[in-house]
């Protein structure tokens, strides 16, 4: 049985709560899916700690991808879904 130090732990949980909590609009599949990302919803961007709210989620049409519009004071921020994962749940 291999012990595992503190950092051992902390590196797991911190990849396992990126992975987990990178931010997806839909639940479910097919006729099943639902929009799960509304207005007010608060995301932080990993790289930098900052939060934004969701003003508004654009969904796709005809070979589009998905757009989050996003807001902090004084910036407005229209994320595509390529960069998604540079977001998680707060």
């Known amino acids: ?18 992975k987990n909590e990178n931010v997806d609009i839909f639940a ?8 799960i990302i509304n207005n007010g919803f ?5 790289p930098s700690g900052l939060i934004y709210t969701v ?4 969904l796709p049409k005809d070979g589009e991808s998905s757009k989050i519009l996003c807001y902090r004071p004084g910036k407005k921020l229209l994320i595509p879904s ?3 994962g540079d977001y998680e749940r707060q």
């Open 55 to 58: 003003l508004k989620v654009i």
């Open 82 to 84: 390529s960069k998604f």
């Open 1 to 18: 049985m291999k012990v595992l130090s503190a950092n051992d732990i902390l590196n797991l949980k911190d990849k396992l709560r990126h």
């Open 28 to 35: 479910g599949s097919g006729k099943d899916k639902q929009v």
């Open 42 to 46: 608060k995301l932080r961007h990993i």
